[in-house]
């Protein structure tokens, strides 16, 4: 195992508290991008789908995945004890039809116990702690535990292109000053939020041009092919990958 945390903090009961009381703040334009993931799933809501989440966090989308399929289940993946306590409270009324597997992404082990074959996998804000190496890894071992036919979807933090990316941390800011002025009815000035984005980079385990490697870019050798739904906003990227024999 690395000898860093591989956590990049996440393990901290204070930083965790934080993300969940503002994560409809700092994630610009949250809500839809999660409705956007779920509405991805190619199946019928009565199909009792098996479903992998990896880097799950309190269980937001396991959450959205078994409200909106109720009859699927759902495995849900993260090494932080202080969010699997979050997701515990927040799955509990979904019984045996949701797994909370305690487990690192960063170690390769972590899916021993985990049983597939599954419909889909699916991430959020999760994979870009990874170093490259270990996601694409990563790649490899979700492709082993997701049936043929089936999907891998990642919601995830990418690296504007150079052109767009003024108008990028515009839309940026402006959609984080409109979620704290829903909230809490005054929303801070642009160069505030600019100024905390700078602090909370310097405070990650990766830089942005590592994120910029967190968009599933994989050969078609690994059995991926690309599903035809990939959307790149200035509030992250969705890639679909469908899976095929290679």
């Not at 984005?197 to 590592?210: F, I, K």
Request: include cysteine.
């Amino acid at each position: 195992m690395p000898d860093h945390d591989t956590l990049c903090g996440w393990g901290l009961k204070e930083k965790v508290a934080y993300f969940l009381e503002k994560a409809d703040i700092i994630i610009p334009r949250r809500r839809e991008q999660l409705d956007f993931l779920i509405d991805l799933f190619p199946w019928p809501c009565e199909e009792p789908i098996r479903v992998l989440d990896l880097g799950c966090g309190f269980g937001a989308i396991t959450e959205e995945i078994l409200g909106k399929y109720p009859h699927a289940s759902v495995t849900s993946v993260d090494g932080s004890e202080e969010m699997m306590k979050l997701a515990r409270e927040r799955l509990a009324k979904y019984g045996d039809r949701v797994r909370l597997h305690f487990a690192d992404l960063a170690d390769p082990s972590w899916h021993r116990d985990v049983t597939g074959p599954f419909h889909a996998a699916v991430s959020a804000v999760a994979i870009h702690h990874l170093v490259d190496d270990r996601k694409r890894e990563l790649y490899r071992e979700i492709y082993d535990l997701v049936d043929h036919g089936g999907i891998f979807l990642n919601d995830e933090a990418v690296a504007s292109p150079p052109g767009f990316k003024a108008r990028f941390e515009e839309m940026h800011y402006r959609a984080i000053q409109e979620q704290e002025r829903a909230k809490y009815g005054v929303a801070r000035p642009v160069e505030e939020l600019s100024k905390n984005c700078v602090r909370r980079w310097r405070r990650r385990c990766v830089s942005p041009a590592t994120i910029a490697m967190s968009r599933p870019c994989l050969p078609s050798s690994h059995g991926f092919r690309r599903r035809g739904s990939n959307r790149s906003t200035a509030f992250g990227n969705t890639s679909g990958w469908r899976f095929s024999a290679a």
